[in-house]
């Protein structure tokens, strides 16, 4: 190899150095905004609620090699904790749905981790609201409810000042392939996905009593599909457009309660959490949209 080529093969290493150094992990989002959303009605404020996983583990994230966290983690410890809730804070989410096992739930070092959690959320400038979902990793998996719920109770998750609320009542959330089982006629609420409100996996842009889903992306949980298959997919990643479309239309409809399928969901490619393939893209554009419905909340509602 002539010393010509080898001075060009080095210019072109130094260029891509020089780009990847480059990049901002939270850039301007300004030219992925959308057409500004008309005023609200008076009062009429939705809430952008998101799934978000403790234990990526769970989700065969060794066998996931397209797509990291950045900057990627090893444990639900208080750094990563910290990180992920002023992010979550900073898009412009509400609350946060903890999806959690129950195996793992009934583990000691995961309810330290869980109030951990709780209390970070509250401290944030803006506090951030929690929720727990129980959601197996069985396609059914039967459950106790009146057990289930003692417990919720025991371990002070409905006493947070952060807890989850609505219509002033603590939840505790079951997934939709929970199965459950009994009475339970206590002072505490609970909802299982797929009944009062709907499901993940059911009709897109479902409102059923104010709640809608937005899902980020879906590979029906096939961790092992490359990019190149995004075109196979359920809700393909691409470069965000059905996303965004699907934002538009949640906050367009009469939805009180949009909750964003989902943080860090890397297993089903349903992930908005920077990362190694778009870097901030997903991000951005939720965080574009937030601030649109935020300033369409304000402005005066035409006569």
Known sequence: MNLSRVLFLLLQVLCLFSVSCSMDLFRDNSDITAAPLPPLPPGRRPEFWVEYYPYPCWQQQNSISYARPVPDYNGWTDIRMERDLERLSAAGFQAVLLFLTPEHLAKATTLERVHRFYDLAAAQLEPLRVGIVLSPIANEFTLQLDNVMTFFRQQGFADKTN??????????????????????QGALGYIRFGDYWPSRSGTAGQVQRGFTWVIAADNGGNAHLLPKYHDRWIVPRGRGEQFAAALRQAMLSQAEIICVSSWNNFNRGSFIEPN????????????????????????????
């Open 276 to 303: 190694s393939l778009e870097y901030d893209l997903f991000f951005n554009i939720f965080q574009a949209n937030a601030r649109m419905l935020a300033a369409a909340s304000r402005a005066p509602a035409e006569p």
């Open 163 to 184: 807890a989850l609320k609505f219509a002033g009542t603590s939840l505790l959330f079951f997934d939709q392939n929970v199965k459950l089982l009994g009475q339970y």
